[in-house]
């Protein structure tokens, strides 16, 4: 496996100089696969000293495509932490979504509009635009007023109910309902 004169003649085209890429052959990159095992701009610059950081990217994107420049950047990892999924349809929503915008795939509104147990404004999304606590589930608004009333904390509330476990919960329950009757 070689570099063909056509890949030679990219890299040269790219920056590098003859001497750097008798180096690079020299550290056994010696095809443009292996720019894949190279990995990222940092990687090259290591292999082929006093290479130009510039050049070098310019090569990797060449070589391993722009793939690389943003899994060294980690962004498509918060992205995927990111997504927003519909709530009827479990559609993945664009990436320029925003809160209150309705899904592509279904036409309804992604995320549910709440009501918020702390200051009763509504709106959708994951916190309250009145007060800024965290929505809990419709299902579990009722539990929420309640711990409330029993005094927790705004910013708790959600975290509380999070953290019970199915018997907690049902004793809340029965005293909810003692507060509804
Ligand atoms: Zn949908
Ligand atoms: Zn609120």
């Known amino acids: ?31 443009k696969g292996d720019f894949a095992t190279v990995g990222d701009t940092a990687t090259l610059v290591e292999v082929v000293p006093g290479l130009d950081a510039g050049v070098a990217a310019k090569v990797m994107e060449w070589a391993v495509g722009a793939k690389a420049g943003a899994a060294e950047t980690g962004k498509m990892v918060i992205d ?43 709106g959708p999304g994951k916190f309250c635009r009145g007060c800024g606590a965290e929505f809990v589930t419709l299902a579990e608004y009722d539990l929420a007023v309640l711990l409330k009333r029993e005094g927790v904390a705004k910013d708790d509330i959600a975290k509380r109910l999070r953290g019970m476990d199915k018997a907690e919960k049902d004793a809340l329950w029965s005293r909810a309902r003692r507060m509804h009757g």
């Open 80 to 122: 995927s932490a990111d997504a927003i999924y519909c709530s009827h349809c479990n559609a993945r929503q664009p990436k320029d979504y925003k809160t209150g915008d309705l899904c592509p795939a279904c036409g309804k509104q992604a995320e549910p509009v709440q009501s918020c147990y702390w200051c009763s404004t509504s």
């Open 1 to 31: 496996m070689e570099f063909t004169l056509l890949e030679q003649n990219i890299l040269i085209a790219k920056g590098m100089t003859v001497e750097q890429l008798n180096q690079l052959k020299a550290a056994g990159v010696q095809a």
